[in-house]
């Protein structure tokens, strides 16, 4: 009998139904998400009324200053009076200057058709649908260096000759980054190999290298390119100054593109080495076939990353001197005609602008090709 | 025997110049007599073109009176030696690194934490400032923060002030501290504090492990610095004075100024930085995977516990080796000082080579204070790894 009441202690049997529960909040639409993203908790909401006191004490001056009191025309006349406004028409006064630095008005077109040349070999290099990317890195590497060199520098073909400290503006920015990128690319691949080679002396002379010009900032490297190596050759043998720090960033960057490399080269799996050496094949034509295709195509990402790093670096080359966007727009400040408190900001932001536009589109690309070598690999 | 192997095979496999060890011994040869012949044959041009530019080579202009003066750390002036003013640069190039390090790593912490947050506006902020700044050369920010910020700033007659404080395009000027003749004391005072704060917060934990009851070791130990100072500075007599700033019509004199070269130039690599920074902390943090973060709860472990005994152990492993690169950068970044004169060891060492012609010896300067440097970063840094590495059996 007690054993009885017991279970009916312990089991449980409910006779009414629930009460209804509310319908589930709604996850979609703008409150929701405000909800949820602005405004989750106390603290959150404090964070967000502190953010977006933050953001208005940021971005409204910022308009305003860029955009509502900017002097978009006129003379310096104009800039000096609006001392709370960007100064445009000193940006667009100098344009020319900023794009194609001291390169004479009437040979202009020359830099244009270089432009040209270089979106005509780049744009179709970028986009992996586009065939024949063997023929493309041929003209990227051979028939473009050697048109653009002809026309640019002329004297040839009833050209006229343009000395190269004529150069300047972006058009310099990116003839340095362009032959920095294309000559760092193989050197690095180069001493990556030579990196991970079972030659001693190999080895040493290349982790040297690389070590070395990654522990040096880059001023010095170009001092060295600058001021030394005039130094270094036989006394009356010299070249052109802009060639030189060509030749000092492409050494930089040769450095820092061999670790990239090195880090695809060790992410290959030990097998791919075995099987290319079982098949009989050499060490170059496994290297070629086999393992730098993968390896090249795994870095990608760290490739681009070291490309933006190099383009910002360009703007270094400014130290010893040449006349890049940086030091072009730096050096427009010193206009007399232009004197006016708003002109250095002014030219400073238009070139903060110029360089984010290219940067930030080759880190996109970056991750373009990172998401779709991910898809590649999925398993 | 190896060759004797591979002459089975066929007979081309056989010929001397296909052996492996043959091509390999000659490849070295060849790239060892390559770099020893143009590194004599630089050598040689040299010797011969400073020869004929009447330069002495060697080290012993650092020894000659420099003839010029720079505003550093170290006090110069005109009659200081070529090599006192190097050392002077190699000192603003240290102290402007350390204060962009420590700039860096809090506004990267902040913004990367801020990364992760689940506020939209706070990750879209923090999102916006890293994307912005990190694809902006940093010669750019540095010119930015020197032409455009600071030289926007009111003149010394209308400058902002706040107590002895003082804001303007001339610098920041600010009280400078006076020690007065026993401040040694106090000083002593604090170093014992820290070590008899030290010994108490060991005492607390080896009784913690022996007995597992808790101390508050931290606030005793703020206590006992805390106290023990401020008596040994009553005592000695309060031996502190404070140099305050004197403006002028057009100056302003005495204090401690930070001066707009210095300010533009960690400000600038400090903000432009923490941009990497951020994202090294945000993919550290990330790394974490959340199932410790549940376990660690599950053993009981409080909110500040969880994050510092078990997430952050974790996530610096993930961190440190950037953060170490990212340091070192900023270290070599310090170099585009040059661009807004600020006497740094590459700025001074442009200054020594000019008048000297000395190039060769600066720029192995440069090179041997970087090098050592960036050996002595990473040593540091691989012992500080080693020390946080997974332990395993």
Redesign the interface.
């Known amino acids: 009998m007690t054993d009885m009441q017991s279970q009916d202690d312990v089991f449980f049997v409910r006779q009414e139904m629930l009460a209804a529960a509310p319908p589930p909040t709604r996850v979609h639409g703008v409150w929701p998400w405000m909800r949820v993203n602005l405004f989750g908790s106390v603290g959150d909401t404090i964070l967000t009324i502190v953010g977006v006191i933050v953001a208005l004490w940021v971005v409204v001056p910022m308009i305003e200053w860029a955009f509502i009191h900017a002097v978009w025309n006129g003379s310096r006349d104009a800039c000096a009076a609006q001392t709370d406004g960007a100064c445009w028409a000193f940006v667009k006064a100098n344009l020319g200057q900023y794009i194609y630095g001291r390169y004479p008005d009437p040979e202009r077109w020359r830099v244009n058709l270089f432009f040209l040349l270089m979106a005509a070999g780049i744009v179709p290099l970028a986009i992996p649908a586009v065939p024949y990317k063997g023929f493309n890195l041929l003209y990227l590497y051979i028939l473009f260096p050697l048109i653009a060199g002809f026309l640019l520098v002329g004297g040839v073909f009833g050209l006229p000759m343009v000395e190269t400290p004529l150069w300047g503006g972006l058009f310099l920015t990116l003839v340095v980054s362009y032959v920095g990128m294309a000559m760092s690319l193989p050197m690095g691949i180069v001493l990556a190999l030579g990196r991970r080679s079972k030659m001693p002396a190999v080895q040493v002379v290349c982790v040297f290298f690389i070590e070395f010009c990654r522990g040096v900032p880059l001023i010095t490297v170009l001092f060295m390119a600058g001021i030394l190596l005039p130094l270094f050759l036989p006394t009356g043998v010299n070249f052109d100054k802009l060639l030189r720090a060509l030749l000092g960033l492409s050494f930089f960057a040769a450095a820092y593109m061999a670790e990239v490399v090195r880090g695809g080269l060790q992410a290959i799996p030990k097998g791919q080495f075995e099987g290319a050496r079982s098949l009989g094949l050499g060490y170059w034509t496994m290297m070629r076939l086999i393992i730098l295709p993968q390896a090249i195509t795994i870095v990608i990402p760290g490739i681009v990353n070291t490309f933006i790093g190099l383009f910002k670096d360009t703007s270094l080359v400014y130290i010893i001197s040449i006349f890049e966007l940086l030091y072009t727009v730096r050096n427009s400040f010193s206009d007399p005609t232009w004197a006016a408190s708003t002109v250095p900001t002014s030219g400073l932001v238009f070139a903060a602008v110029v360089f984010w536009i290219f940067c930030f589109g080759m880190s996109r690309y970056s991750k373009f090709t990172e998401d779709r070598l991910r898809v590649g690999y999925k398993r | 025997m190896a060759v004797a192997d591979a002459g089975r095979l066929s007979a081309s496999r056989d010929r001397w110049y296909n052996n492996p060890l043959v091509r390999?011994i000659a490849?070295?040869?060849i790239?060892?007599a390559a770099?020893l012949g143009s590194v004599s044959w630089?050598a040689n041009?040299?010797v011969?073109?400073?020869h004929?530019r009447g330069i002495a080579s060697g080290f012993g202009f650092l020894g000659q009176r420099a003839g010029f003066d720079i505003v550093t750390f170290l006090p110069t002036n005109s009659s200081s030696t070529y090599g006192y003013m190097l050392l002077a640069g190699l000192l603003d190039t240290v102290v402007v690194s350390l204060l962009s390090i420590a700039i860096a790593t809090v506004m990267g912490l902040i913004v990367g934490i801020a990364r992760l947050?689940?506020?939209?506006?706070?990750r879209t902020?923090a999102t916006v400032y890293i994307?912005?700044l990190?694809?902006?050369?940093?010669?750019?920010v540095i010119?930015?923060f020197y032409?455009?910020v600071i030289?926007?700033l009111p003149a010394i007659r209308d400058a902002m002030q706040v107590g002895d404080f003082t804001l303007s395009n001339r610098g920041f000027f600010m009280p400078a501290p006076v020690f007065g003749a026993n401040f040694d004391i106090v000083l002593i005072a604090f170093l014992v504090s820290l070590a008899i704060a030290w010994g108490v917060r060991t005492w607390a934990f080896a009784r913690r492990m022996r007995t597992g009851q808790g101390f508050p070791s931290g606030w005793v130990g703020l206590a006992i610095v805390v106290v023990l100072t401020a008596a040994a500075f009553v005592a000695a007599g309060a031996p502190l004075s404070f140099d305050i700033p004197v403006k002028t019509r057009f100056n302003i004199n005495g204090g401690w100024t930070i001066a707009p070269e210095f300010a533009s130039l960690f400000l600038a690599l400090g903000i432009y930085t923490a941009s990497f920074i951020a994202e090294i902390v945000r993919s550290g943090v990330m790394a974490v995977n959340r199932g410790q973060t549940e376990a660690a709860r599950a053993l009981g472990l409080q909110g500040g516990q969880v994050l510092r005994l078990v997430v952050l152990p974790q996530a610096l492993r993930v961190i440190i080796p950037p953060l170490t690169s990212e340091y070192l950068n900023i270290t070599?970044?310090t170099?585009?000082a040059?661009?807004v004169g600020f006497a740094d060891l590459?700025a001074v060492g442009?200054n020594v080579?000019n008048p000297t012609g000395q190039?060769?010896e600066v720029?192995a300067v440069?090179?041997a204070f970087?090098?050592g440097l960036?050996?002595v970063i990473s040593v540091a840094m691989n012992w500080f790894n080693a020390r946080i590495a997974l332990k395993e059996r």
């Open positions: 390999s490849v070295q040869i790239l060892v770099v630089f041009n040299t011969t073109n400073l004929e947050s689940s506020n939209w506006l706070i902020i994307e912005v990190r694809n902006i050369p940093p010669l750019l010119l930015f032409l455009a030289a926007s070599k970044n170099s585009l040059l661009a590459v442009n080579l190039s060769i720029v440069w090179m970087y090098l960036s050996i």
